[in-house]
């Protein structure tokens, strides 16, 4: 990339969340590197100053000193709490994906990364997205974990298998960078990059539109689609209405009352879990009579799958 680098320590920062990141890691430097010179140059005073002064001299034995325990318990407590507030910030921040976000799946496996886009578009090893405007990346692996990592970007999250993880970012300049695995996932490991690319707007929509590398349909036309096929519509119905089963409509990231009287949100992993493996959560009025999919749909049907039962508002 251009520009540049943030700081003698750090790579390039490229996106919205990185100078958070950056200001925390200073902070726990900086302190660090304080109480180090503190210590460090306390520890070098006494030796000399309470240095033993001849063969017959018996030292003072210290007895313990409230006021200064109270002094160096409080102040590590209260740097504690200060580093906990600014990497919990932080932490929200980096978790919780505007809503305005673009959507990419992202399917990890040994070893390639493959990107389908909202109009299903689909690119691998190679990463395109808008410059400023947020991206949520949904991503799962087909087969080990793997991590995915944008050093610029200050954004680095574990793909997993049978499960989904997100993670978000918003681009601040145009550029090319690098994401690479780091979790080793086997020999090809180290070989596991794709390019990113962060391209204007307008560039990026053209691109879009062209297909990516290969025009499809869409993931939620796709879905809507596969789920006709697997006759869904038989027990689920997409206008509210409850069947055998409970209605689709506005049920994605809204909180679902189980039989066991627990609430979960209806988020992607639970719609993954309902679709897999149904009996494990059962939703309260309802029995437990789905036949499970798993292994009979691919990760490719699935997030179609869940992006069509997410249209459904
Ligand atoms: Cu994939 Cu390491």
Not at 42 to 48: A, E, G, K
Not at 90 to 117: C, H, Q
Not at 174 to 179: I, L
Request: with cysteine.
């Amino acid at each position: 990339m251009s520009g540049t680098p943030n700081s003698f320590w750090l790579p390039e920062a490229a996106s919205t969340t990185a100078a958070q990141h950056d200001a925390g890691w200073s902070l726990v430097l900086w302190i660090s590197a304080f109480f180090f010179v503190l210590v460090v140059g306390l520890m070098s005073y006494f030796v000399i100053r309470y240095r033993r002064r001849s063969e017959t001299e018996i030292p003072d034995a210290p007895d313990h000193n409230t006021r200064l325990e109270i002094v160096w318990t409080l102040i590590p407590v209260a740097i504690v709490v200060v580093l906990f507030a600014v990497g919990f910030k932080g932490f929200l921040k980096g978790t919780i994906a505007p809503a305005d976000s673009m959507e990419i799946f992202v399917t990890a496996e040994r070893w390639m990364w493959t990107f389908t886009y909202p109009n299903g578009a689909t690119s691998v090893n190679e990463l395109r997205v808008p410059l400023g405007r947020p991206v949520k990346l949904v991503m799962s692996s087909k087969d080990v974990i793997h991590s995915f990592y944008v050093p610029e970007f200050r954004l680095k999250k574990d793909v997993v298998p049978n499960s989904y993880t997100t993670a978000w970012f918003e681009p601040t300049q145009v550029g090319e960078m690098t994401v690479t695995c780091t979790e080793y996932c086997g020999a090809g490991h180290s070989a596991m990059l794709a390019k990113l690319q962060v391209m204007p707007e307008k560039e990026f929509r053209d691109w879009l539109d062209a297909g990516g590398e290969e025009k499809g349909v869409s993931p939620e036309k796709a879905g809507e689609k596969l789920a006709m096929k697997l006759a869904c519509a038989t027990c689920h119905s997409t206008d509210g209405s409850a069947k055998t089963g409970p209605t689709w409509k506005g049920l994605y990231n809204h909180p679902t009352e189980l039989a066991d009287g627990t609430t979960v949100t209806a988020d992607e992993n639970y719609l993954r879990e309902s679709i897999t493996d149904p009996n494990k959560k059962v939703v309260k009025g309802f029995q437990p009579v789905m036949p499970a999919f798993k292994g009979l749909v691919t990760q490719k049907q699935l997030d179609a799958l869940i992006a069509y039962l997410k249209s459904l508002k």
